[in-house]
């Protein structure tokens, strides 16, 4: 029997609900989203869910993950009750759920918790330079070592101990017994979710902002790639320094927008911004603008005077690799792609 906790609407209001309990159940959202369907009633149902308070239910479902918040829902809502927020509200929750340090729920519901993580990690920066008597070429080499050794351990500790749990809730733990063959036949569902997001087009009139994030995406992980891979800050070829400006300066072109579109608000997705959202799009293009900046200052030899400027960029990373990727929004991205991996593994 499921267990009803009316109580739950409170707990979600801290991770950025809006007024959800308002709904009466008119159907309007259902009737104007592009993914819902006879057999599916999209948003409504993650409504009642919320309303009613059946965790259980919401923990095992695949369906806040394949809302991609084009925001028509809360537009043609008549009492206001805000589905897409509750939608990408549900999200924050769900990945505060995977999570077993228990960090990402705290970063979520706690902004001086998540301030007094980044003081923290740009005091260590600061001590580890300052042990070093600020010797560029040192820092500079472990900068380097550090992006390849936090995305090994994070992976290993963070992402596919949560990933597991994820997969326990809405598929081990459900009805559906799925086959082996099927797990490898439906692997084309995530790396197509993962670099594509091609769902993202079912949404009406979102063609523009799938595309940015397209760019965005792969930019960031071209970036990533030149960076780490390719060590574009020592690399004596040509043909990567170049690369390397490219992909960085789309970041923060990109990211420019994305900052530009919360701070208008015209959107509704951009409406009720949490400090998540902030934090996710400001960093990412402080790591385009500062990787852009430092790759310069070293081709104009003047890096070695500007120490600092590497410092900050060393620090941005240090910060998005520890608290934002792990415990912060890009982890949606992640969960997303497995999400549409997982529901190719339920479908009958």
Known sequence: MAKINPAFGKELKKYGAVNFNACYNCGNCTAVCSLSTEDVSFPREMVRLSALGLEDEITSSLKPWECYYCGECSTHCPQEANPGELMMSLRRWLTAKYDWTG???LMYKSLPATIVAFILTFAAVLVFAF????????IMHVGHLFEAIAIGTIMVVIFIPNIARMWYFTVLRGEDKVSVKKYFSSLGEFFVTMFVQKRALDCDDNRFRWFEHFILVLGYLSLLFTTVFLDWFSTPY??????????SAIVFVVTIDFVGSRIKKKKAL????????????????????????VRLF????????NKW???IHFTVLVQWALIIVPFGKWTHFLYRSFAMYFAKLKEK
């Open 131 to 138: 042990m070093n008597n600020f010797n560029l070429d040192h």
């Open 238 to 247: 040509l043909a990567v320094n170049i690369f390397g400006y490219l992909v």
């Open 298 to 305: 070293i081709d104009l030899d003047i890096i070695e005077s």
């Open 270 to 293: 951009n409406k009720h911004s949490q400090p998540s959202d902030w934090f996710f799009v400001i960093w990412l293009f402080l790591m385009g603008f500062t990787a852009f900046f």
């Open 103 to 105: 960090l990402s729920g």
């Open 309 to 311: 400027l590497y410092i």
